[in-house]
């Protein structure tokens, strides 16, 4: 199975700030590792696709790179509602696996 | 725009079988450009991915499940299922299904969530 290992498991910030959370895979995944976020109570929500691709609706504060094994989501300036948890997803190979989640909160 | 609307018991004895369904609006079960996937997340922990299958009926597991998990799809009813048998209480979570665009391989829509909790 591919491990992702997403840091850091949590983090406090400030509405404003710029925020970074990374995500390894233990071998080559090409481009498939995607983003999502999720807040308490709801179903996950795709942010980014192929790495780097926004999904539709999604707003352009949110934004994400890498290739290979190691990838980032970047948000640029931290909104009221962006406080969530996040993860990272490979579909390269199956058993798809998933980072293990980032909570973003409210410093 | 794609629905989802998982539906099924919401509390399952130990040792016997969990049934869940999602019922598509707004797609079609027989679309070639789509995966029907299960995921599952515990109680305040990460999402686990249970499987995907086919329009045409091919199935892929999560080898940690594999021997438990059936994922059927029946296009008449543009619904798709889920079978976890011989369940303790390590499957109590909220199980979501969703949508893999063949595409992209990513998971693009969700339905909201169906708990279920393994308890006698």
């Known amino acids: 199975d591919i491990q992702i290992t997403q840091s850091p498991s949590s983090l406090s910030a400030s509405v404003g700030d710029r925020v970074t959370i990374t995500c390894r895979a233990s071998?080559?995944?090409?481009?498939?590792l995607y983003w999502y976020q999720q807040k308490p109570g709801k179903a996950p929500k795709l942010l980014i696709y192929?790495?780097?691709s926004l999904q539709s609706g999604v707003p352009s504060r949110f934004s994400g790179s890498g290739s290979g094994t190691d990838f980032t989501l970047t948000i640029s300036s931290l909104q009221p509602e962006d406080f969530a948890t996040y993860y990272c997803?490979?579909?390269?190979?199956?058993?798809?696996?998933f980072g293990q989640g980032t909570k973003l909160d409210i410093k | 725009q794609l629905q989802l609307q998982a539906s099924g018991p919401g509390l399952v004895k130990p040792s016997e079988t969990l049934s869940l369904t999602c019922t598509v609006s707004?797609?079609?079960?027989?679309?070639?450009?789509?995966?029907w996937g299960w995921i599952r997340q515990p109680p305040g922990m990460g999402l686990e991915w249970i499987g995907n299958?086919?329009?045409?009926?091919?199935?892929y597991y999560n080898p940690s499940l594999k021997s438990r998990v059936t994922i059927s799809v029946d296009t008449s009813k543009n619904q798709f299922s889920l079978k976890l048998s011989s369940v303790t209480a390590a499957d109590t979570a909220v199980y979501y299904c969703?949508?893999?665009?063949?595409?992209?391989?990513?998971?693009?829509?969700w339905g909201q969530g169906a708990l279920v909790t393994v308890s006698s």
């Open positions: 969703a949508i893999l665009y063949y595409d992209t391989r990513a998971f693009d829509y």
């Open positions: 707004g797609g079609s079960t027989s679309s070639s450009s789509y995966y």
């Open positions: 299958i086919y329009y045409s009926g091919g199935t």
């Open positions: 071998q080559n995944i090409n481009n498939y």
């Open positions: 192929a790495a780097s």
């Open positions: 997803q490979q579909s390269y190979n199956t058993p798809y696996t």
